[in-house]
């Protein structure tokens, strides 16, 4: 389209008799779809890194990551991946978290079709969603995934799925830098339950002395504030929802964005005493002494015989 500009992310090598003539296979396709989900969630976690004051996504950041491809290249089945800037967008960064989630994803592969330790600043959260990548790929085919940049190319073997799939179990541990609302406390075995902001989601965890009053002040006045949660945390692989805290490293408070309660407003029988206070001379002397009691009369001029 005239108003869209597209830039290479990346590049699919799918190698193999089937792919014979830059030929690809239907099904084929939908490791285009796992791919883009790989490099989406781990630019996500990167973000939240470099950000760990925010506490949601900017607006239109999964949302406007689009991918196109419009050809199919030589060397068995090349497939140029391009990402797509609407005309609302600004330019394209070059070295985004998307770049860099591209160039992760091929070391984590190169790393694990030798037999080496994964990338460090991999997001643990995104090694199960391998498991949804190579899922169409025979025996004797390999996907090589390349981003762009990149001087070599990453051979996704079948030698580098089994060796992604050993470390997929049903937890994995990983950083956790939330905000959420202390729903319970005890202080005798220091647990403490968080309801995360952003998911709902509801997780328990321990905390140390040096931490008690900040919890204890989180739950006092959890109506308008929420505490901040730094540390480690175990997360299910089928969903990757937090499950619980394993280490707590660091708590503070957070003011509530909620906007519903503000303890320092004045109650509402001083705001009722004030508006009283305020009305006319003598406008409480017409109000009946028994308007509970004849409110229909009054307020709706009915008697009993129209009730």
């Known amino acids: 389209m005239v108003d869209e500009a597209t830039l290479e992310l990346a590049s699919l090598r799918f190698e193999g008799s089937r792919f014979q003539g830059h030929a690809l296979d239907v099904e084929c396709t939908q490791e285009l779809i796992a791919y883009r989900t790989l490099v989406l969630e781990c630019a996500k976690e990167l973000w939240r890194r470099k950000n760990p004051a925010r506490e949601r996504l900017p607006r239109g950041f999964e949302e406007g990551f689009r991918l196109q491809f419009d050809r199919i290249e030589d060397g068995s089945a090349r497939v140029p991946l391009r990402r797509v800037r609407g005309a609302a967008q600004g330019e394209l960064d070059l070295g985004d978290e998307f770049e860099e989630a591209a160039a992760l994803i091929d070391a984590a592969i190169v790393a694990a079709d030798r037999d080496d330790l994964l990338p460090e600043q991999l997001p643990s959260n995104v090694i199960p969603l391998f498991a949804n990548f190579g899922r169409t790929l025979r025996e004797d085919e390999v996907l090589f995934t390349s981003a762009r940049g990149s001087?070599?190319?990453?051979?996704?073997?079948?030698?580098?799925?089994?060796?992604?799939?050993?470390?997929?179990?049903?937890?994995?541990?990983?950083?956790?830098?939330?905000?959420?609302?202390?729903?319970?406390?005890?202080?005798?075995?220091?647990?403490?339950?968080?309801?995360?902001?952003?998911?709902?989601?509801?997780?328990?965890?321990?905390?140390?002395?040096?931490?008690?009053?900040?919890?204890?002040?989180?739950?006092?006045?959890?109506?308008?504030?929420?505490?901040?949660?730094?540390?480690?945390?175990?997360?299910?692989?089928?969903?990757?929802?937090?499950?619980?805290?394993?280490r707590i490293e660091q708590v503070g408070l957070a003011p509530s964005s909620a906007g519903d309660f503000d303890d320092s407003a004045p109650p509402i029988w001083d705001q009722l005493a004030r508006i009283g206070e305020e009305a006319p001379a003598g406008i409480w002397s017409s109000v009946p002494n028994d308007l509970s009691e004849r409110i229909d009369e009054v307020v709706y001029g009915r008697g009993d015989a129209d009730r």
């Open 151 to 246: 001087s070599r190319e990453a051979p996704y073997t079948q030698k580098a799925r089994v060796s992604l799939a050993a470390w997929v179990g049903p937890t994995y541990e990983d950083r956790v830098d939330v905000i959420g609302e202390v729903r319970m406390a005890n202080l005798g075995p220091g647990v403490f339950k968080l309801q995360i902001v952003e998911s709902g989601v509801s997780i328990e965890g321990h905390f140390d002395a040096s931490q008690e009053m900040v919890v204890l002040d989180a739950l006092k006045n959890h109506r308008s504030v929420r505490l901040h949660v730094i540390g480690n945390a175990e997360f299910s692989t089928r969903d990757r929802q937090v499950k619980r805290f394993i």
